[in-house]
């Protein structure tokens, strides 16, 4: 098997082949590194990348191969890490030069349990700074290139993370998300990203990360690869006191279900968002597969209206108080975008965080009743297609002035409710771009968002198609 074919094989494929001998990891690991070497440089997905030690993990894991002996689910397989997410003697620097030399002394739980269960660390993946935005770009490593067309941006702020997977640098990628970190990246480069419910992956240690908005999950080409990366990185972890019990939950073997008997709603605005017609296109054609999977679906959006001046403000304070200590020292080596926004929230008041925080739980008290009605709640990901580099969130779609969060409006809600929520691949714009579809589920239904996913995979397969890098 060449390396270009070895580079695409998806993560399931992968470490069956690791443990069948049909590939050695060292095969595996060689391909990969070839191709980041030669790939990264147009698309800056990796900021940092450990080739030596990966190397050397890898001979370790043939030799225990040869030997009959398999770490777990996930041995020999090479895995990228974002860069706000703490790894042992791997820089990580949360895309700030405050931690330009920052090396952790301590894993996360979630590279703990990658690393229990054989996976080889390669890299951190790029992001925004501290994930402030979802564009991925800062003062230490620049931007990260859109694989579909190099003008573009990745999304982010897990960018660096859905573009290595769709250059088919690398099987799984981990992200996190705050606001739609994983599923705004995830739409812009045509691949598959999962929220998981919250507290369903442990977050600690690491960066003071956005309170109860935080999720960690997987960037992937497939639907089975995150099921499985899933099986590997969910459960309780009492470092971080919001984990949630362990239920003996399977992931994979669930995909096989069919959709008969789901009520299922489309909501193209959630009754308050403006998007781009070609997105609209091509999402409600996507919707309609769903139909013939045997779901239900109706138009229906929550009455909520939007959450963006509550969450907007969370946001602010928390990122404020995390970063205050900071601010003297490097505000001039701080985006100065971000800076702007810490300043805005600088001198509100401690019940104005209070008030923020109240504002977040009458949301879902606003939206739990609709997923009583609906087992699933389908929109579009993102409200445009990707940006060019360079560029911010547009301020205006089709000549509607919208809110900072208004190219977003899809994603952040659900962070609030802490719901599980993925971004399928669904079509492309004709200058070739991807669009992503947001599936999201009940509360801690995680299983039930994947597969649906998995269900519209079967029937609109986007994995075999790939940007022209080579």
Known sequence: MDNHEICYMSLVEMAEAVRTRKLSPVEIMEALLSRIERLNPKINAYC??????????????????????????????PVSIKDLIFTRGIRTTGGSRIYQNFIPEQDAVVVERLKAAGAIIIGKTNTSEFGWTAITDNRLFGATRNP???????????????????????SLAIGSDAGGSIR???????????????????????????????????????????ALAMEVI??????????????????????????????IAWSKDLGYATLAPLVLQITEAAVKVFTTLGATVEAASPNVGSPERPYTLFVGLWLGTVLQDKMAEWREQIDPGLVRFLERNK????????????????????MQPFFERYDLLLTPT????????????????????????????????FNITGQPAASVPCGWTDAGLPVGLQIVGRRFDDVTVLRAAAA?????????????LD
Not at 149 to 167: C, D, L, P, Y
Not at 252 to 261: R, T, W, Y
Not at 457 to 468: G, M, N, T, V
């Open 382 to 413: 993102v409200a445009i297609p990707p940006i060019e580099i360079g560029q911010v969130g547009p301020r205006e779609i089709e000549g509607v002035k919208v809110t900072p969060l208004g190219w977003m409006p899809f994603t952040y809600p």
């Open 48 to 77: 940092t990348l450990v080739a030596e030690s990966a190397r050397q993990q890898a001979r370790v894991a043939e030799a225990k191969v040869m030997k009959g002996e398999i770490d777990g689910p996930l041995h020999g397989v």
């Open 347 to 366: 001198e509100r008041l401690a019940y104005e965080f209070v008030q923020a925080y109240i504002g977040l739980a009458e949301y879902w008290a606003g």
């Open 456 to 468: 519209f995979e079967q029937a609109l397969p986007w994995a075999d198609k790939r940007p022209s």
């Open 184 to 226: 705004v990246p995830s739409s812009f480069c045509g691949v598959f990203g999962f929220k998981p419910s919250f507290g369903r992956v442990p977050l600690n240690p690491g960066f003071p990360e956005w309170g109860t908005l935080a999720h960690i999950g997987p960037i992937t080409r497939t639907v089975r690869d995150a």
């Open 148 to 170: 579909w067309n190099t003008g573009f941006n990745a999304g982010g702020s897990s960018g660096g993370a859905a573009a290595s997977v769709a250059a088919s640098m690398g």
């Open 234 to 263: 969910a459960g309780r972890d009492d470092r971080d006191r919001f984990t949630l019990p362990d239920t003996g939950l399977r992931y994979l073997p669930s995909l096989g279900d069919n959709l008969k008997g789901l009520r």
